[in-house]
């Protein structure tokens, strides 16, 4: 396999980005295997610099590049960034084959970011001789709710995770909120198997209707993607409601929901913030969560929110 570092230089761009505020573009490296990520790292692990991490699965967006700031802020070395689609969480009928590959654009989001290197390895390098026989369980928080719909998903997840971190050996990695369960499993992996990464949570970036940012989005027609926005509109009628406590908050989503068409829904829960049962009456100013997935047509959405259960309006 040839390795490529060095490849992209802003001259290289097809058009022009301009940076986040506060954020100086650069040219990112780029490594295709693990020697070659190695080499890259090797001066910040000289220098004693911490190392900040966003694991995607490439086709990124606005939510990724917010992820990619967090880190910024959080260490004093270099930001990697990996793009690689986890044949390891896709289950039967799962949109393995058409997830989009688009890593010139991505390439291009995480140079505007200042990340410092990215990590594209192919399914090969990742997984060298086949899929691996010793994976991670994920234990009963990876059997409900996305678990339950999506068996064996958080275990490919957890996995490739777990390897990533060895890969790339950092002190810091950021995960979005949008997908709260995957944060609060891989935060709890980090804990119980003593990994040393500080795992980071990044506040979930929305369109100006509220729709959360996802590459999923793009597969939904216009009118799917005009009723998709029923999912935040549901979990912000929570919000408001939930002074008057969980099953307020849970019939005021519900009415949101019956205005839509097409929405067909999974779930809808209110757990608490480590998506553990809440108590049966929680005190007033309990924190919790809301979590909602939905299909609209083959294109299945989740969401989440955090909830104040009981508070004074």
Excluded at 29 to 55: C, I, M, Q, W, Y
Excluded at 160 to 186: S, W
Excluded at 269 to 280: E, F, I, Q, S, Y
Aim: charged content about 25%.
């Amino acid at each position: 396999m040839t390795e490529t570092t060095g490849a992209r230089s802003s001259g290289e761009l097809a058009r022009p980005l301009a940076p986040s505020e506060g954020v100086t573009a650069r040219s990112a490296e780029l490594a295709h295997t693990r020697e070659g990520l190695r080499k890259l790292l090797e001066p910040a692990r000289r220098d004693g610099a911490s190392v900040g991490f966003v694991p995607t699965m490439g086709a990124l967006h606005e939510g990724h590049a917010s992820l990619m700031r967090v880190a910024r802020d959080k260490v004093s070395g270099p930001v990697v960034a990996s793009i690689f689609v986890n044949p390891l969480q896709f289950g039967a009928g799962e949109d393995l084959d058409r997830y989009p590959r688009t890593l010139e654009a991505d390439l291009e989001i995480c140079e505007r970011e200042g990340v410092d290197v990215v990590f594209a390895p192919s399914v090969d390098e990742v997984y060298p001789g086949g899929l691996p026989q010793v994976t991670v369980a994920p234990g009963e928080l990876g059997d409900v709710l996305e678990g339950k719909t999506r068996p064996g998903h958080f275990g490919g997840v957890l996995t490739v995770v777990a390897k990533l971190f060895g890969l790339v050996g950092p002190d810091v990695a950021v995960f979005g909120e949008k997908d709260y369960q995957q944060l609060a499993l891989i935060s709890r992996m980090s804990s119980d198997l003593c990994l040393g990464v500080d795992v980071v949570g990044a506040p979930t970036q929305r369109e100006a209707d509220g729709l959360a940012l996802s590459s999923r989005n793009r597969y939904l027609s216009p009118e799917q993607r005009e009723e998709a926005t029923t999912l935040s509109r549901a979990l912000y009628a929570a919000q408001r409601e939930a002074a008057s406590g969980v099953d307020a908050a849970l019939q005021a989503a519900h009415a949101e929901l019956r205005r839509a068409k097409t929405v067909e829904l999974d779930y809808l829960v209110v757990t608490d913030p480590a998506l553990a049962v809440l108590p049966a009456d929680p005190e007033p100013g309990t924190e919790a969560r809301i979590l909602i997935a939905a299909r609209l047509g083959t294109t299945r959405l989740i969401d989440n929110m955090s909830l104040t259960i009981g508070a004074s309006r």
